[in-house]
């Protein structure tokens, strides 16, 4: 076997490998939006001539019902924020080679202790909200901890386990809102929490708050521990390589467990600024609020990376925000869940193309 001496410049280059890294989440969305227009040419009842029309006409009331105005926009962000929240705790779980299916109900668990840690009487703001804080990551890491450990420890699948969790937390939290001492008689909602639990607005016209904010600095510093620190590059290996990791000294068994609790965590701090925020209460929940299953696409489209989730969960926050102003303009709202399942198939493909490309390489290396 002979070594090759032929330099690797993409390797040496960050910002080769940084375009690369952002060529198919682009490609991906290009693809999506240019298979939505048949489907507005469709509905709206254009010719094949006229695709450039329906191209026009998608953009402008995707734009004018998430960013057009200044509520539109606060609104947007409404949405966007449990998605960066989301898409965060998923990427984590990625990067360490697992599918947090979960992260649904992790944030689920997450609203009902901001609920019922916003409930305290006679508490300082700040003191308070850190108190909220404290109680989603307690929640979270703890409904992502046990899948995690059962992972580590038995070896059962994480994907199983982790939708078995959704439904525990939904039914628990249910339980809070319904039956328990925190429930309020008659209604399905725990009651308003203190004025002092509540985050600050951006403005009295729109739930936005400043939640977004914690949801950016946990994205920054999740960037940081993943890549800039120790405990980040032992998770990370995990994921590349269990096997080599091990070897190189790696504790397979912490790191999963590890990451469950981290990914748990972040989500579970988006269901108590969710509450904390937006909400300010709890109710009785028919189905899951979704923004779990949607932090998925978000992780995937940001490639795993915590600051490529912003972006991503600004793209799928403004596709929700519209939804409603493309049904009004004669256009399916299903465009949007259509436009998010093309962005998931064709990012999907370039994991199928990778796996394919390293069974390749590790042929070459055997036959050489």
Known sequence: MTLSNKPNSAAKNPIVEGLKSILFPFLAVVL????????????????????????GDLFKYIWKGSFATKRNTLNTLVYV??????????????????????????????????????????????????????????????WGAIPGYLKAKFGTNEVINTIMMNFIGMYLVNWIVLRSAFALKGKATTPIIQKSAQLLRFSPSSRANI?????????????????????????????????????????????????????GAIAGIGGATH?????????????????????????????????????????????????????????????????????????????IVKYFQDRKKKGAIVNE
Request: net charge neutral; proline share 3%.
């Open 32 to 55: 999506a939006v240019f298979v939505a227009v048949f489907f507005v040419m469709w509905a709206k009842g254009y010719s094949i001539f006229e695709y450039f029309s329906a191209l």
């Open 81 to 142: 924020t449990p998605l960066i929240f989301t898409g965060i705790a998923n990427a984590i779980a990625f990067k360490c080679g697992l599918f947090n299916i979960g992260v649904e109900g992790q944030f689920i668990v997450g609203m009902g202790a901001g609920a019922v840690v916003g409930l305290i009487p006679g508490l300082n703001p700040v003191i308070h909200v850190i108190l909220i804080i404290l109680g989603g990551i307690i929640a979270g890491g703890i």
């Open 211 to 263: 939640s977004l904010i914690i949801a950016i600095i946990c994205a920054i510093f999740i960037y940081w521990l993943l890549w800039k620190t120790t405990i980040g590059y032992e998770i990370r290996a995990v994921g590349i390589n269990p096997y080599g990791a091990e070897y190189g000294g790696v504790n397979i068994s912490k790191n999963i467990v590890l990451a469950m609790v981290l990914s």
């Open 275 to 351: 509450i904390a925020g937006v909400m300010h209460q709890a109710q009785d929940m028919m189905a899951f609020p979704n923004f779990g299953f949607d932090g998925i696409a978000v992780a995937l489209l940001a490639k795993s990376n915590p600051l490529g989730c912003i972006a991503a969960a600004v793209l799928f926050g403004a596709l929700n925000s519209s939804s409603r102003v493309l049904q009004l303009n004669g256009i399916p709202k299903e465009i949007v869940g259509l436009i998010q399942a093309v962005i998931i198939i064709f990012v999907a493909t370039d994991y």
